[in-house]
């Protein structure tokens, strides 16, 4: 990897199919701008369509000739996640990105439409049943690529199978945690499910250190967080991070260049809080197969998607995955 990978390095993406939930802010946001920038169609998976319209008007700002779809999808909502995918579908047969970014962070308890903690259900679990859904498509375009947005709350997070769902001891910090450690522990799965079945198409994962972005304002709206908590944002937040330009260059890193590895979880590499991205150690979690393997299995139980990895497997035409509405 180059000491100082920058957009530039973007690859030619011409005639290449990416998705992106949560496009329409924050690391999505500029995400679709140095994606479409590059000659990519860009869909913009977003759960509100007025704010999702003017994300899009601001990206052909900046990139005239942009190639954007926009299109719905409210990871709160397992029927949402389902319904995307069948639509995208019907209008596309490749996938060369799907890059899972949208994400709700420190939130008060409370439960998606199909009774799931939101943190994790929006975090993790719209994002595995929507992998699922779509993984006829990614395996069928050749050197696809499925990316997860995770964070630094990921170093100190744990899965908790016991309680996943925070019924019986739930703090917004630790949920969040075990959601963003949720999602660089599915990139590292699919990864090597991908590979032990002879595919070559990759997953990874990515935090972007330090950043100011719409998430940790709404997440501050949202909990009515304490005095001092909100001093810490509003203060010391714009003295230690990083911009937006730069925090989100692990991502689209991870995303977009060939060098970028399978299984790698990327972040910038001054103490993992600011600068350019490098690989990075996670969590030792990420290095137990046997939890992996749990939380997979766990993970297809509460959305009813079971992934496919047979190469001579004939996808489902509707929805590539099983797929049933969870009823609890």
Not at 97 to 114: H, K, Q, R
Not at 144 to 170: K, W
């Given at each position: ?76 909502s397992l029927a949402s996640v389902h319904e995307f ?106 990864d090597k499910r991908l590979k032990t079945a002879g ?126 509405k969870v009823t609890k």
């Open positions: 990897m180059s000491n100082k990978w920058t957009q530039n390095d973007i690859p030619n993406l011409t005639g290449k199919v990416v998705i992106i939930t949560g496009a329409n802010s924050g690391l999505g946001l500029e995400s679709t701008k140095a994606i479409a920038a590059k000659g990519a169609t860009v869909v913009m998976a977003c759960r509100n369509l007025n704010k999702a319209e003017e994300a899009k008007a601001e990206v052909i700002q900046t990139v005239p000739k942009a190639k954007l779809d926009v299109m719905q999808l409210d990871n709160a995918a069948a639509a995208f579908k019907a209008k596309y047969d490749r996938l060369d990105i799907l890059l899972n970014n949208a994400g709700v962070m420190a939130i008060p308890y409370s439960l998606t439409e199909d009774g799931f903690e939101t943190q994790l259900g929006v975090n993790h679990l719209a994002h595995f049943a929507l992998t699922g859904l779509l993984l006829d498509v990614l395996l069928k375009t050749p050197n696809s690529r499925v990316h997860s947005t995770s964070s630094s709350a990921a170093f100190t997070g744990s899965i908790n199978l016991d309680d996943l769902m925070g019924e019986e001891n739930y703090g917004r910090w630790s949920a969040y945690g075990q959601s963003k450690l949720a999602n660089a522990a599915f990139a590292t799965e699919l595919h070559n198409t990759i997953a990874n994962s990515s935090h972007p250190g330090i950043v100011m972005t719409n998430l940790q304002s709404n997440s501050l709206e949202m909990s009515d967080a304490p005095f001092f908590e909100r001093i810490t944002y509003r203060i010391i937040g714009p003295l230690v991070a990083q911009d937006i330009e730069m925090g989100v260059l692990p991502q689209l890193y991870a995303a977009t260049a060939p060098q970028a590895q399978g299984g790698a979880f990327y972040g910038p590499r001054l103490l993992r809080m600011r600068g350019y991205p490098a690989e990075q150690h996670c969590n030792d979690a990420l290095n137990d197969d046997e939890l992996l393997r749990q939380f997979w299995e766990v993970s297809e139980q509460l959305t009813d998607v079971t992934y496919n990895f047979a190469k001579t497997a004939v996808a489902d035409p509707v929805s590539g995955a099983s797929y049933s």
